[in-house]
């Protein structure tokens, strides 16, 4: 098997804890790399954490680079955010086994339970792999050290605002010939209320971010970010849930419901 490091970032303990009592759990035997934003958390210890404080000004991109830097430079890299919360054994063993079945593969997400912008991480097909067009979020992310040896580190120009950043690197990744993927066999939890961005820094206000990646790539590429969303929305009607009818009293219509 090749080396696999976990890379995470945090602010607030109420939040970070939870990801490390789950990656203590699920992921003990693997590196783990903290870039911690402020002093609130006290860093973990342990032989397999390496521990950074991070810039006074936090920056997404810019801590992301610190912690994947910060790995073994052969290691490939599970980058997550510090509000997911693992669910079972084997789950590195199986994203990299997945990962590395199809040589194209730049990139795999778990399923996510909880909220993700991209639907197919939410519903992901059954059987196989499920190829998305448009960008994975970076919830939890398997990233082979070959695509970031080939597409190099996040863009520090989006540090200071929320989003894009993500949609930037997803798309770098496709132009160096790279899939985006994500699988079923794997699942993890999202507690996406509890975003550190929903509490502090830029908030969840993803407008300076997209003038950014407008400003980098043009219009006719965040165009071609609406047409890759139509494109998956087929698979995604393909393995949403049934609806199912939500009983209710009187005479008011029935609402539907995913089951």
Same mark, same amino acid.
């Given at each position: ?6 890379? /995470? ?7 970070? &804890? ?23 958390? =006290? ?13 006074? /000004? ?18 490939? +890299? ?11 054994? &084997? ?7 997945? =990962? ?18 991209? &639907? ?16 994975? =979020?970076? +919830? ?29 690197? &997803?798309? %770098? /990744? ?50 071609? +970010?609406?047409?890759?969303? =139509?494109?998956?929305?087929?698979? /995604? ?8 009818? +939500? ?9 539907? %419901?995913?089951?």
């Amino acid at each position: 098997m090749r080396p696999v490091t976990i890379a /995470v970032l945090g602010k607030f303990p109420d939040i970070f &804890n939870g990801f490390v009592i789950s990656s203590e759990q699920y992921l003990p035997s693997i590196p783990k790399v903290f870039v911690r934003d402020g002093d609130l958390i =006290a860093m973990p210890t342990g032989p397999l954490w390496t521990c950074i404080q991070g810039p006074e /000004v936090f920056s997404n991109p810019g801590n992301a680079n610190i912690a994947w830097q910060a790995a073994a430079p052969d290691s490939d +890299i599970l980058y997550c955010g510090d509000d997911v919360r693992f669910l079972q054994p &084997n789950t590195w063993e199986l994203l990299q086994e997945i =990962a590395y079945s199809d040589p194209k593969i730049g990139m795999l997400s778990p399923r996510i339970i909880g909220a993700a912008g991209n &639907n197919l991480q939410l519903y992901p097909l059954q059987e196989g792999i499920t190829y998305s067009h448009q960008r994975l =979020a970076l +919830i939890c992310t398997y990233i082979k050290r070959e695509t970031i040896d080939s597409v190099g580190y996040m863009d520090p120009v989006f540090g200071g605002s929320y989003g894009y950043d993500d949609d930037d690197y &997803n798309h %770098r /990744v496709q132009l160096a010939g790279y899939s985006l993927a994500v699988t079923s066999r794997v699942s993890v939890e999202h507690h996406h209320a509890g975003s550190t961005f929903a509490r502090t820094g830029p908030g969840v206000d993803c407008r300076t971010g997209a003038e950014k990646f407008q400003s980098k790539w043009g219009t006719k590429e965040v165009a071609q +970010i609406a047409s890759d969303v =139509a494109k998956d929305m087929v698979i /995604v009607q393909q393995t949403l849930p049934p609806l199912q009818p +939500i009983a209710r009293s009187g005479r008011s219509p029935q609402r539907l %419901r995913r089951g």
